[in-house]
């Protein structure tokens, strides 16, 4: 082989290298996507309305793809979290115990709600004879979903603070699988009292899908700490800067972040820490729904 062959060669080679060596760069930011999804205590077409303008402004935010996925049940996001399926996920307070538990107390809450630090629930009955707590006794009642905190873990447990078992004092019990279907329940008939978390049903009264000439609230629990978005552990400690700063960045005065805010149904989004789900892990064990 002549020398011009050889150089020939050496060039092919050389041009081989450099376009494999150019997909073989990582992707950058904005070829990266970040997975989200959420415990589905509402219907999934509302968890999609409610995540669109919020997923818009993350993109804005990280300049990444941001791509939100229902799942059919909350053991689904803890698994799908503790799996490395997502990347960020919206807990209530117990789905976040459930998967700190999971994923060996790697997972990281990083934003909640204001409102989410005196959270509560409301009894509902379309039963005039239900005028408080005891009167639940010999009753039929729908609870939320089983991992639900603001829809079973801690009504259970304010119950059960008030001297009533569920499964022994009601006459029988239900699980709806999310707030709006409990309401649902009761008005239907379907069971004579149910409980579901504030903001859905202060959501449910404004936009007038519930008849509170039938359906009323007949108590209130004390508060709690309840849902926040929480990011696996092992995600890029400068991304989970940037997702945290993204939610405390949010300002009401501004017109997008009011919209963002008001389908969120919050104030404004505030700094959390695991400390302040050690309540609800408490009342998970006292009411037998963690060993």
């Not at 997909?23 to 904005?30: D, I, R």
């Not at 793809?65 to 059919?72: C, E, G, R």
């Not at 989970?240 to 949010?250: E, I, P, R, S």
Request: overall charge positive; charged content about 25%.
């Amino acid at each position: 082989m002549n020398h011009s062959s050889m150089r020939r060669l050496a060039l092919k080679a050389a041009a081989a290298c450099a376009v494999a060596s150019l997909f073989a760069l990582p992707a950058t930011a904005s070829d990266a996507v970040l997975r989200v999804s959420a415990i589905p205590d509402e219907a999934p077409t509302e968890l999609q309305r409610k995540f669109a303008p919020l997923g818009k402004y993350l993109e804005a935010q990280t300049g990444m793809k941001v791509v939100f996925t229902p799942v059919s049940d909350y053991a689904a996001v803890v698994e799908s979290l503790a799996t490395k399926k997502i990347d960020l996920a919206w807990l209530g307070g117990f789905t976040f115990v459930q998967a700190k538990i999971r994923t060996n107390g790697t997972a990281i809450p990083i934003a909640q709600r204001e409102e989410d630090a005196k959270f509560t629930s409301k009894f509902i009955t379309a039963d005039p004879a239900i005028k408080g707590l005891a009167d639940l006794k010999g009753k039929t009642f729908a609870f939320g979903a089983p991992s639900s905190t603001s829809g079973s873990l801690m009504p259970r447990f304010f119950l059960q603070q008030a001297g009533l078992n569920p499964e022994k004092d009601f006459k029988n019990v239900a699980f709806s699988g999310a707030h709006d279907a409990t309401v649902a329940f009761v008005a239907a008939g379907k069971a004579e009292a149910g409980v579901l978390n504030a903001s859905v049903w202060d959501k449910l009264v404004e936009a007038k899908k519930v008849d509170t000439d039938k359906v009323r609230v007949f108590a209130t629990t004390p508060p709690y700490f309840d849902y926040n978005w929480t990011v696996r552990g092992d995600l890029d400690p400068a991304l989970v800067k940037k997702l945290t700063d993204a939610f405390l960045k949010l300002d009401p005065a501004n017109p997008e972040h009011k919209e963002i805010l008001a389908l969120q149904r919050a104030a404004k989004f505030i700094p959390t820490k695991k400390e302040n789900y050690d309540g609800i892990e408490k009342a998970a064990h006292a009411a037998g729904l963690l060993k």
